[in-house]
């Protein structure tokens, strides 16, 4: 019934079908990762990762969402960068049908509070002429400010889950008109594996990427990776545990540099540049990540270039999950 459901005059009866959903949405958020993209059509360039979140329904009908988060982003003046974040949103919330396609807006209301804090700089500021930029005594006084604009225009673009009939579901910043598809690099088969990641993704020298964490709740499981490398003769897919990839997360977060394994990976290969990666990797139930690794402190292969040749690794990832081979 999308011309009855849709009718802007019924918000009261799609609210009421959100309702059940709205109760999840901190369930979920709070099993994944989030991807920072510096535009939505670039490919990833850091992550963030939940740590709380709470949901209130307001008296207007709306929605309050008060979320943490801590995560790590990369740019060329600071390299890698740590920091944390959170913020309490009121988002006026609506769905669309698109067929057989829900299509769930959030669009921000108000911001009651929101904050962004550096942790970690990996590289100082330079002057071209040399030495630090003049009056720059810590580098997270230059990136801070702009941090925080960024983060607060984030917010307030609010975003979109695309829910399809069979329960997948992906995710947008902004409003998404009916009918368009947030960005992705493999399309996805009808009735196939469930997909828990299908993004592009951008792996600096000297840099990991930790995708996931993922909830494996059941023995006899495999994660099933589809991946492509360009810009970059190698790098290296690890999957880990919690026991390993936790503290690697920790550690891109609040250190600079490299930092090896804490443990031994379930599975680790090269990627090289050319066809497409695929693999089955059986995985022990518990919390898994796939790292990307292009340093040379864990994995097989080392980072090839000169001093200033970044030469970043372009990666684009797609992982299922489904009973093991």
Same mark, same amino acid.
């Given at each position: ?13 799609? &609210? ?7 109760? /999840? ?9 989030? $991807?920072?993209?510096?535009? !939505?059509?670039?490919?990833? +360039?850091?992550?963030?990762? $939940? ?40 988002? /006026? ?5 698109? *067929?057989?396609? +829900?299509?769930?807006?959030?669009? &921000? ?9 550096? @942790? +970690? ?7 071209? @002429? =040399?030495?630090?930029?003049? *009056? ?8 801070? $400010? ?29 409003? @998404?008109?009916?009918? &368009? ?7 996805? /088969?009808? *009735? =196939? ?11 600096? &020298? ?13 023995? !006899? ?9 360009? *810009?970059?003769?190698? #790098?290296?897919?690890? %999957? #880990? ?23 031994? $990976? ?7 540049? =050319? ?15 796939? %790292? ?16 200033? !040749? ?16």
């Amino acid at each position: 019934m999308p011309g009855t459901i849709n009718d802007p005059s019924n918000r009261t009866l799609r &609210q009421e079908l959100l309702a059940e959903g709205m109760a /999840e949405m901190c369930e979920e958020l709070l099993k994944r990762s989030v $991807p920072l993209h510096l535009r !939505d059509e670039d490919p990833g +360039m850091g992550r963030m990762y $939940p740590t709380s979140c709470q949901t209130r329904p307001l008296a207007n009908g709306n929605l309050q969402l008060d979320f943490a988060a801590r995560g790590f982003a990369w740019t060329n003046v600071t390299k890698r960068i740590g920091f944390s974040a959170s913020a309490t949103v009121e988002y /006026e919330t609506d769905f669309q049908l698109d *067929g057989s396609t +829900m299509y769930v807006y959030f669009r &921000q209301k108000a911001t009651a509070a929101n904050r962004l804090d550096i @942790l +970690m700089t990996e590289q100082t500021a330079q002057n071209p @002429l =040399g030495g630090l930029l003049p *009056g720059v005594v810590n580098p997270q006084q230059l990136i801070a $400010p702009l941090a925080t604009k960024v983060f607060q225009e984030e917010l307030a673009r609010g975003f979109t889950v695309v829910r399809d009939e069979d329960g997948y579901a992906t995710f947008a910043l902004g409003v @998404l008109p009916p009918g &368009q598809r947030p960005p992705a690099p493999f399309d996805r /088969e009808d *009735g =196939g594996r469930e997909v828990l990641v299908n993004e592009r993704l951008e792996v600096h &020298q000297g840099q990991r990427d930790y995708v996931g964490p993922f909830l494996v709740e059941y023995e !006899d499981m495999a994660l099933f990776i589809t991946a492509g490398l360009e *810009g970059s003769t190698a #790098v290296d897919i690890l %999957v #880990v545990t919690e026991a390993v990839g936790g503290p690697w997360v920790e550690s891109a977060i609040t250190k600079a540099g490299e930092t090896a394994a804490t443990g031994t $990976p379930v599975h680790e290969e090269p990627l090289a540049s =050319g066809p497409l990666l695929r693999r089955a990797v059986r995985v022990p139930p518990g919390r898994v990540y796939v %790292v990307l690794d292009n340093t040379a402190s864990a994995g097989q292969t080392t980072p090839v270039g000169a001093a200033g !040749d970044d030469r970043a690794a372009l990666v684009t990832l797609g992982v299922e999950i489904d009973d093991a081979p």
